[in-house]
């Protein structure tokens, strides 16, 4: 298993999906949390599904991201992404 955290996508992601390569269930923050002065400090819905393609999970479990006010990304922005991406099966 594998959890996010409050993150955001970056290069220094591409180490884990070489180092755990069979992740069997990866729980993703989300919420495109903004901070002021709009820096983005929780990954969007976007991001998560992109997210998702370089963890290459088998099951993906979405948390964090309508239970707050200050989110910007409402889960079914992860949904679409993750549906475009051909990510949809992973259990979202």
Not at 3 to 16: C, N, P, Q, V, Y
Not at 44 to 57: H, K, S
């Amino acid at each position: 298993m594998h959890i996010s955290g409050d993150t955001l996508l970056s290069r220094e992601l591409d180490a884990i999906p070489r180092r755990f390569p069979d992740i069997d269930v990866a729980i993703v923050h989300l919420g495109g949390t903004k901070s002021p002065g709009v820096l983005m400090v929780t990954m969007d819905g976007r991001q998560g599904a992109d997210w998702v393609n370089l963890i290459n999970p088998r099951r993906v479990l979405p948390v964090h991201s309508d239970d707050h006010g200050v989110f910007g990304s409402p889960l079914a922005d992860f949904r679409d992404h993750v549906e475009r991406s051909g990510q949809g099966s992973r259990g979202t």
